[in-house]
Nanobody, 114 residues
Framework: QVQFVESGGGLVQPGGSLRLSCAVS????????INWYRQAPGKQRELVAA???????NYADSVKGRFTISRDNGKKTVYLQMNSLKPEDTAVYYC????????WGQGTQVTVTS
């Protein structure tokens, strides 16, 4: 069974940075695109950033220029570097890809507050 394990969240002041990690187990990782999503309280889950198997990236307009997604196929891990964080970035962050048999992980909480 494929598992996504997110980590790296925390409490940070506006303008600060965090690096999230997404470890994927139990699958041929390198051939799949992996996405980062987030869900704020009372809101729907939204796509934040995506990276293809070839390393092409896409971002939501709200995070362009501040967030960077990357992947290490050898470690089966995807990263989300988040800079210039804003209070509106507060959410639970999840990673997932279209891997057969996979399900959502527990996510990692990011809280941006002064």
């Amino acid at each position: 069974q494929v598992q996504f394990v997110e980590s790296g969240g925390g409490l940070v002041q506006p303008g600060g940075s965090l690096r999230l990690s997404c470890a994927v187990s139990g699958s041929i990782f390198s051939i799949y695109a992996i996405n980062w999503y987030r869900q704020a309280p009372g809101k729907q889950r939204e796509l934040v950033a995506a990276i293809t198997s070839g390393g092409s990236t896409n971002y939501a307009d709200s995070v362009k220029g501040r967030f960077t997604i990357s992947r290490d196929n050898g470690k089966k891990t995807v990263y989300l570097q988040m800079n210039s964080l804003k209070p509106e970035d507060t959410a639970v962050y999840y990673c997932k890809g279209p891997i057969p048999g996979s399900s959502w992980g527990q996510g990692t909480q990011v809280t941006v507050t002064s």
